[in-house]
């Protein structure tokens, strides 16, 4: 979450050291009753955020440099509120972006892609970049859920950029990898 001054300093300084124009954040475990002025957000940037309606897990953002022109009244279809995603188009140029976080205990991996297909189709023709987690491991490509996943980005000539191990964990004596993220 962005609520402790560890993670928003770490963010600045990844932010810094990368010079970064947009930034999308996962899990950021807001809720309406935290105010974005709290969250130490560098003075040059501007933060859109989607909180989670229910709970304090989930929700995403996008840190966007302020020398970045934006438009984030982007006509896609309406986001269910068991989708958390957020869209802007860069002004400058015909780039849609969405950042977006799934969870698979929120949001069904078929209510997303349906979402992802309604979007694609609306903005046929159209650059678009999704940025976010989408929690299917990549690495696991006989899952019925990668499966899906690859099918859908296929259909729009997509591709998922992230090919090495997103996570990796120790459970008892043993290692785990995936590419989840």
Same mark, same amino acid.
């Given at each position: 979450g962005l609520i402790g001054i560890s993670k928003s300093t770490q963010i600045s300084g990844m932010i810094k050291k990368y010079d970064m124009d947009i930034l999308s954040l996962n899990e950021?475990?807001?809720?309406?009753?935290?105010?974005? !002025?709290?969250?130490?957000?560098?003075? =040059?940037?501007?933060?859109?955020? %989607?909180?989670?309606?229910? @709970?304090?897990?989930?929700?995403?953002?996008l840190l966007?440099?302020?020398?970045?022109?934006?438009?984030?009244?982007?006509?896609?279809?309406?986001?269910?509120?068991?989708?958390e995603a957020l869209w802007i188009k860069i002004k400058s140029s015909n780039y849609f972006i969405?950042?977006?976080?799934?969870?698979?205990?929120?949001?069904?991996?078929?209510?997303?892609? !349906?979402?992802?297909?309604?979007?694609? =189709?609306?903005?046929?023709?159209? %650059?678009?970049?999704?940025? @976010?987690?989408?929690?299917v491991d990549q690495n696991k490509i006989t899952d019925l859920d990668y499966r899906k996943l690859d099918s859908a980005l296929k259909s729009f000539n997509m591709v998922q950029t992230i090919q090495s191990y997103t996570r990796v964990a120790k459970r008892g004596n043993k290692f785990t990898q995936s590419t989840i993220d």
């Amino acid at each position: 979450g962005l609520i402790g001054i560890s993670k928003s300093t770490q963010i600045s300084g990844m932010i810094k050291k990368y010079d970064m124009d947009i930034l999308s954040l996962n899990e950021t475990n807001l809720n309406d009753s935290i105010s974005s !002025d709290t969250l130490n957000i560098p003075i =040059n940037y501007t933060f859109l955020r %989607k909180d989670r309606g229910t @709970g304090s897990r989930g929700g995403c953002g996008l840190l966007i440099s302020k020398k970045v022109a934006y438009d984030d009244k982007v006509k896609v279809p309406n986001t269910p509120s068991h989708i958390e995603a957020l869209w802007i188009k860069i002004k400058s140029s015909n780039y849609f972006i969405c950042g977006f976080y799934r969870s698979s205990g929120f949001c069904k991996l078929d209510d997303f892609l !349906d979402y992802f297909t309604e979007c694609m =189709n609306k903005l046929k023709g159209k %650059k678009v970049i999704w940025i @976010g987690d989408i929690n299917v491991d990549q690495n696991k490509i006989t899952d019925l859920d990668y499966r899906k996943l690859d099918s859908a980005l296929k259909s729009f000539n997509m591709v998922q950029t992230i090919q090495s191990y997103t996570r990796v964990a120790k459970r008892g004596n043993k290692f785990t990898q995936s590419t989840i993220d």
